[in-house]
Structures are given as C-alpha cells and as structure tokens.
C-alpha cells in the first residue's frame, strides 16, 4: 500500500508570495492533518481535515489555510510569506478522526522563504 | 494545558550498548501515546501506540512501555542504523482530533 505523499518535495520562496502544498492520502484513510516542523519549535499541529470539514486548527496565522477534497486529498496554502515560514510541512493522515487513530506522515515539503 | 518532554536531547552510544529514552508528559486524560523515529530530512516513521498504564510494545531491538506520568523507549543492543530522533506524541482528552502534542525529540547517534 503507498505511503502519504506530499509534492513538492522543496519549494524556494520570497517574501510576499504564497505557496501551496500538496499531500495525497494512504488510500482509505480520511482524516488529513499538518504540521509545521522547525529546529527551535519542534512539531507543531496547524489544521486537521475530515470529510472535507476543517475539524481543528491550531494557533497559525489566517495566512494559514487548507482544504481536502471529496477524494481525501488536501492543500494548504501559505500567503504573504515570512521568513519565519521556512520549515518543513508535514501531512498525516488517518483512518478517520478519532483520537486514538495512529497518524502516518508523508515525507514532507521543505519550504524556504527568501 | 498538555506537555510533553523527552530526556535527553542527545544520546550517543556505542554499538550493542542498551539504553533508554525517557518521555515525560502531562495530559488531561490520556487517549493515546505514540512513538515515531525520524531520519534526517524525512517525515516521522509511525514505531508504537500505547493506550494504558502497564503497556508495553516491542519491535525488533526497540520496547517501548508506559506509566501514567511517563513512557520509556528501551533500544537494546543497538546497530548504527537506529540512528535517528526519536518523537514522542500524546493524544489527551482535552485535545482536538488530529491534534498530537509532540516533544522536542531524542538525537540518538549509534557508533561501530
């Protein structure tokens, strides 16, 4: 069975744009979260996604944003990037939403903001 | 509010050496606790969900057990390829679905 995967694998950025990121699902799992991993904050959860609902959100910035579509695949998009938006995303997705659902990562989309 | 830490940040140890990372967390309610292992520039690696007091998992040279205030990753004879950081997570009642409370991680470095 294929893993999480995430495209694109590296983005490079400047200030003011926007990014979107992209994170495919193992097959049959509905549940879509992400994360934003740094070297001083660690993981970090930004939003989850099930049924194509946002179900929780973390403490981001508006500028944070997500979907997931009717096929469980999700974007989350990034406008008016900070240099501090250098990071490595993750997506995680599980069987549904409940708590005690094992969450799998994709490999990640390392962005860099110039 | 829910918090976890791992201890030490930094373990080196030489190969066949056992030892054991420590996961200490506060949580209202725990629901589950997970342990995940990272290579650098990858994404976590699902390794263990414990759900109660007493618990315990293994898989190859790795153990992993829970308390109610803490888990321990036993890694016993180690081989230079369980190099990587080691992630704790906890999932407690108070917290939304989707929503792991990670620590900062173990850097475990194996050597021949």
């Known amino acids: 069975k294929a893993g999480v995967t995430q495209t694109p694998r590296y983005l490079i950025k400047t200030r003011g744009q926007q990014v979107t990121l992209s994170c495919s699902p193992i097959?049959?799992?509905?549940?879509v979260s992400w994360y934003q991993q740094t070297p001083g904050q660690g993981l970090q959860f930004l939003f989850e996604?099930?049924?194509?609902?946002?179900?929780n959100k973390g403490n981001f910035p508006g500028r944070f944003s997500g979907r997931q579509f009717s096929n469980s695949r999700s974007e989350m998009n990034v406008s008016t990037l900070e240099l501090g938006d250098s990071a490595l995303y993750l997506c995680?997705?599980?069987?549904?939403?409940?708590?005690?659902?094992?969450?799998?990562f994709g490999p990640g989309t390392r962005l860099t903001v110039l | 509010e829910d918090q976890v830490t791992q201890s030490p940040e930094a373990l080196r140890l030489q190969e066949g050496e056992s030892s054991s990372l420590n996961c200490s967390y506060t949580v209202s309610g725990l629901r589950g606790l997970f342990w995940y292992r990272q290579d650098p520039g990858k994404g976590p690696e699902f390794l263990f969900t414990?759900?109660?007091a007493g618990e315990e998992k293994e898989k190859e040279r790795l153990k992993a057990t829970l308390t109610k205030k803490e888990s321990f990753l036993h890694i016993t004879a180690p081989k230079p390829e369980d190099s990587a950081t080691y992630l704790c997570a906890v999932q407690g009642n108070g917290g939304s679905q989707g929503n792991l409370i990670f620590g900062k991680g173990t850097k475990l470095s194996v050597k021949p």
């Open positions: 995680a997705s599980s069987l549904t939403s409940r708590v005690t659902d094992t969450q799998y």
């Open positions: 996604y099930f049924s194509e609902t946002q179900r």
């Open positions: 097959s049959g799992h509905r549940s």
């Open positions: 414990l759900y109660s």
